[in-house]
């Protein structure tokens, strides 16, 4: 079972920036596509940035598109989140998952190995 790492997380003002990192100790990430998923308080978890495996194919959600970067770093193992030009409602808790797909990333897939996840707050 893949065990997932998120750190990154914690209060930035609106409009502030945040880089958030999933890495998996002792296993690799290499084969595996990893998205990174928001819960904000009373909702369910939403993909808002995925990423496959061999690194060329991406997928977004449309509210952040324009602001998110998902990139991974495979020396370091690790998969980031890039978050800029924050917003109140990207207030959350941000977790990592992995699929075993090899193919396009796809964030409306089903993801296992869930992270404990890091919060995020975007408040002034």
């Known amino acids: 079972q893949l065990q997932l790492v998120e750190s990154g997380g914690g209060l930035v003002q609106p409009g502030g920036s945040l880089r958030l990192s999933c890495t998996a100790p002792?296993?690799?990430?290499?084969?595996?596509?990893i998205g990174w998923f928001h819960q904000a308080p009373g909702k369910e978890r939403v993909g808002v940035a995925c990423?496959?495996?061999?690194?060329?194919?991406?997928d977004y959600l449309n509210t952040v598109k324009d602001r998110f970067i998902i990139s991974r770093d495979k020396v370091k193992n690790t998969v980031y989140l890039q978050m800029n030009n924050l917003r109140p409602e990207d207030t959350g808790i941000y977790y990592c998952?992995?699929?075993?797909?090899?193919?396009?990333?796809?964030?409306?897939?089903?993801?296992?190995?869930w992270g404990q996840g890091t919060q995020v707050t975007v408040s002034s």
């Open positions: 002792g296993s690799s990430l290499d084969f595996y596509e």
């Open positions: 998952g992995a699929r075993d797909y090899r193919g396009s990333a796809d964030c409306e897939a089903t993801y296992f190995s």
């Open positions: 990423i496959s495996s061999h690194e060329l194919s991406t």
